[in-house]
């Protein structure tokens, strides 16, 4: 008894330092935003984006803290970085061009597209569910009232991503 007991703890241990890294903790402070509902946005896409499994919010500070590996906070700070700030449509971003970030590990990118404010939601939307089908994108992120599209996927499918969004917006 005692030495399964030891070998589950030593499996324990062993799987631990195989399939998790140390985690880590950050809170951002978020300035330009204004309302909960988008603060709790921000976090969503955080979350699931960076396959992050603790977030939390403060509504009353502007705060999101995250827990999790070096890579994922690395993530989390990015998207942070580029949704918390004027409205997308007032910032340089086109859709042509969108921003990237590359993940250190495992060869996966997310990319950020902003559309302008004139683009119809059922374009929008529909161009979504184009991309999904083509591409096989699992992580695709829509945020209707500012335009914005947020993708994770290899490299190749934000690119053929990217290619269909130049698609529809020069036919």
């Not at 955080?46 to 999790?68: V, W, Y």
């Not at 890579?71 to 971003?93: F, H, N, T, Y």
């Not at 086109?94 to 993940?103: E, K, M, Q």
């Not at 979504?128 to 945020?143: G, M, N, W």
Request: with cysteine; hydrophobic share 45%.
């Amino acid at each position: 008894m005692r030495s399964k007991l030891i070998l589950l703890i030593i499996a324990t241990l062993c799987s631990s330092a195989i399939y998790g890294q140390a985690s880590d903790e950050r809170t951002f402070a978020l300035v330009h935003v204004q309302t909960a509902e988008r603060l709790n946005e921000i976090a969503f896409t955080i979350r699931t984006t960076a396959t992050m499994m603790e977030t939390a919010t403060n509504d009353a500070l502007k705060t999101i803290t995250a827990r999790g590996t070096a890579d994922q906070i690395s993530l989390a700070e990015w998207l942070v970085k580029e949704m918390d700030g004027p409205p997308l449509a007032a910032r340089p971003c086109s859709p042509t061009g969108g921003r990237v970030f590359s993940l250190p590990r495992g060869g996966e990118s997310v990319g950020l597209f902003c559309f302008d404010q004139d683009i119809s939601l059922e374009r929008f939307l529909a161009m979504i569910v184009q991309i999904r089908t083509v591409t096989k994108l699992q992580y695709t992120y829509s945020f209707d009232p500012s335009r914005a599209l947020v993708l994770r996927g290899s490299a190749s499918q934000i690119a053929a991503a990217q290619r269909l969004i130049e698609a529809w917006i020069h036919p």
